[in-house]
């Protein structure tokens, strides 16, 4: 027997493509366009670099208290990691150890079979009906845990509130976890029913609404018991997990929200725009409620305009996966972005 033999092996998850060619046009990663605003900036130029020879608040008590106040929780119900990805994962180890399948959508964030795979937990795929939208009814059986975003990812298609509390009001005993990554582009948070049910989760991350992909930071939204519960398994894996510089940074961001939300605002204006014109030219999707759409052309193959496109200086995301294989997911950018994005399908003759 070899050592090779004892070696973890999993599939792992694929990120979208980070090219270094800078002439890209890249619409593949759900990136926001836009700056994450003055304060981050500010935060950033007056931080003080010799503080980072000490160790960071391992409890992030500034920014835990600010987006307690945004969110109109208490303090100890904020969970902080390094991106929602690391939050997701503390959330499957945490919370997700029993003998039933936890459940999620056939079309979802990639991710969660990763997980699933890795820590071992059994899971079903709960098939999307024929408009990629979650049937709130195929939730109502047994399982060891619940996960979907909301809006799902890569479709953009939102459940809405009181559709979740009747999965909730099924579910007593399981933790429910809604992964809210881009809810800020045009659903309603999942927040306000976290006073009524003590098994419900909430992610959120600071890479798509705040425009800080680059710094990793992620949030869990829940009961106290819930959150304390976290906390011991990330204390048992990592204690410090947000350095300084990031929850200067994050802070600042909610202190921002106002400008934020008008960027969200630029996005949703450009994202209709497209879409409707796409629908111009035969394209046919879900209505997203995200800052990405996901399209599809029924005489064009998505995979040969994925490649044209990028011919062009324009990088999108494929699927190469089954029911949407025929999709791309683009994320929208400034209009200048997607100015040229249109007019290089158009070019097409698509």
């Known amino acids: 027997m070899s050592w090779k033999d004892n070696l973890k092996n999993v599939e792992p998850y694929v990120a979208g493509e980070q090219p270094k060619d800078k002439k890209l046009i890249k619409l593949n990663t759900n990136e926001n366009p836009y700056d994450p605003g003055e304060k981050v900036n500010e935060a950033i130029k007056s931080f003080d670099a010799s503080s980072l020879s000490l160790y960071p608040d391992p409890e992030a008590t500034g920014l835990k208290e600010a987006l307690a106040l945004y969110h109109g929780v208490n303090a100890n119900q904020i969970f902080l990691g390094n991106g929602s990805d690391e939050v997701l994962a503390l959330i499957f180890l945490t919370c997700f150890n029993g003998e039933k399948p936890i459940l999620f959508p056939d079309i979802t964030y990639s991710f969660y079979p990763v997980y ?76 306000k029913l976290l006073e009524e049910f003590d098994n419900l989760l909430i ?31 990330k204390n048992s894996f990592n204690s410090y997990p947000l350095d300084r510089l990031a929850q200067a940074i994050g802070k600042a961001s909610v202190m921002d929200s106002d400008y934020i939300k008008e960027n969200a605002k630029k996005i949703i204006a450009t994202r209709e725009r497209v879409a409707a014109r796409l629908k111009e030219l035969g ?12 399209v599809k052309h029924p005489s064009y193959d998505a995979n040969k305009l994925f490649k044209e496109l990028r011919d062009q200086h324009i990088l999108v995301r494929h699927f190469n996966a089954p029911r949407i294989d025929q999709y791309l997911r683009i994320s929208i950018g400034t209009d200048e972005q997607m100015d040229e994005l249109l007019k290089a399908i158009e070019n097409l003759e698509v």
Request: aromatic share 12%.
């Open 116 to 191: 699933c795979h890795l820590f071992d937990i059994p899971y079903t795929q709960i098939p999307l009906d024929e408009q990629f939208r979650i049937n709130k009814e195929d939730y109502y059986v047994e399982n060891g845990g619940v996960i979907f975003p909301n809006p799902n990812a890569p479709t953009g298609a939102l459940l809405f509130v009181e559709d979740i509390r009747d999965i909730l009001l099924h579910n007593k005993d399981s933790v429910v976890v809604i992964d809210e990554a881009y809810i800020d582009f045009g659903g309603e948070s999942s927040v």
């Open 203 to 233: 992610t959120q991350t600071f890479s798509k609404f705040r425009s800080l992909a680059g710094i990793r930071l992620g949030v869990v939204i829940g009961n106290e018991y819930l959150i304390s519960r976290l906390n011991d398994v």
């Open 283 to 294: 394209f046919v999707m879900p209505e997203s409620r995200s800052n990405f759409i996901f």
